[in-house]
């Protein structure tokens, strides 16, 4: 049952992610919780942990949830979901539908998707920063300790930029925020 | 060497070397199959990551599973999507063997909790900079603040609503307006 599950779950996951790594953590995030796979906690860490190792978000992301909920098995089935559809799909532009995507039709889709996609991230990003600084049970509470937190965090990437005139890289931004939880927690 | 296993290596170290997935990928791949294999050709590159921009998946996977094709056929394209794949899959499936143990550790935990509050700023960082490259069309920012709002609401409200249906809704509303403008565009010709 579980299999059937991971199974659906992912391949819906892999048909609909389209565009840049993160555009598939909204979905992600979606099936997960509502499968209730993980808690919110542990899929922010594991976001975190597939950052830092290689391999697609998307995939670590796919294999992880499956191994926790069913083992071996589960992430290999997890995985291979995930991966599938984008298989096909490519193998069949390429043998017959090389002129689908220049379909001025399939063409409106995706310009309709792009900006979507872009809202969907920025309204995920936006829900995981206040859901770290209110506390929403029992009752509404603002948290001023995350709140400093996350204003230390937020400004890293500028004071990078303005005094070493360097982009830090997520990695980067990962580290220095490990190292601000160890201080302050 | 035969092709087959040439493929397998070329795309496990691809998948062992990119950290991030996406883009970083992309730079290495050329770098493999266009400059020092000289299985696709540049213009094939070009053309390979505009198809894997509108078909869903990790650019770095679409393009394992064309080049792969395009070399040895179906048995290519399964080859090089499981070489690609294989690494990262080792290496999760490692991690979660042992990741709620490490968590049960004091110091860990409280490097996580720092690194919580970064993701949710690393995401926003994310959408902020497509944001900056989407086209700057009155329509792409009317779907993209219609999205945004709706999936908010979704989340503070738990409502039960999916994001596939926003990403659906979104789809058909392009659709439909394109198809209008199209229509309306044909019938003026015609007169």
């Not at chain 1, 790594?21 to 992600?28: E, F, G, M, V």
């Not at chain 1, 209110?134 to 948290?143: A, E, L």
Request: charged share 10%; hydrophobic share 55%.
């Amino acid at each position: 049952m579980i299999c059937l599950e991971l199974l659906w779950g992912f391949l819906t996951v892999g048909l609909f992610s389209f565009g840049g790594a993160y555009s598939a953590i909204p979905l992600i995030r979606d099936v997960v919780l509502s499968y209730g796979w993980l808690n919110d906690e542990m899929l922010t860490y594991m976001i975190a942990v597939s950052e830092s190792t290689p391999g697609p978000i998307m995939v670590n992301l796919a294999t992880y949830i499956g191994s926790s909920q069913a083992g071996l098995v589960g992430s290999i089935l997890a995985t291979v979901a995930v991966v599938l559809p984008s298989f096909i799909i490519i193998l069949l532009v390429m043998a017959f539908l090389r002129k689908t995507i220049s379909n001025p039709y399939v063409q409106a889709i995706l310009r309709g998707l792009k900006p979507c996609l872009i809202g969907l991230i920025i309204a995920t990003g936006t829900y995981m920063v206040f859901e770290n600084i209110v506390i929403t049970s029992p009752g509404y509470d603002v948290s001023i300790k995350n709140v400093i937190v996350t204003a230390l965090i937020f400004m890293l990437p500028f004071a990078c930029m303005k005094f070493l005139d360097k982009k830090i890289s997520p990695i980067q931004l990962l580290i220095a925020s490990a190292l601000i939880g160890m201080v302050t927690y | 060497m035969s092709i087959i296993a040439d493929l397998f290596l070329t795309f496990a170290k691809i998948g062992c070397f990119t950290f991030g997935g996406g883009y970083a990928m992309i730079a290495l791949i050329k770098d493999a199959c266009v400059d020092k294999k000289q299985w696709i050709t540049h213009d094939e590159m070009m053309d390979t990551t505009v198809v894997a921009e509108s078909t869903p998946g990790p650019m770095a996977i679409n393009c394992a599973t064309f080049v792969g094709y395009r070399q040895a056929g179906m048995l290519g394209a399964t080859i090089a999507t499981l070489g690609i794949v294989l690494p990262s899959f080792l290496i999760i499936f490692l991690i979660s063997c042992y990741l709620e143990h490490f968590l049960e550790i004091g110091w860990i935990a409280s490097a996580f909790q720092g690194i919580k509050i970064a993701i949710g700023i690393l995401i926003l960082n994310v959408g902020c900079s497509m944001l900056k490259k989407m086209k700057k069309k009155l329509f792409s920012y009317a779907i993209m603040g219609c999205s945004c709002a709706a999936m908010l609401a979704i989340d503070l409200f738990s409502l039960p609503v999916s994001a596939i249906a926003v990403m659906l809704m979104a789809a058909a509303v392009s659709l439909s307006a394109f198809t209008v403008k199209d229509m309306s565009h044909k019938r003026g010709a015609e007169k």
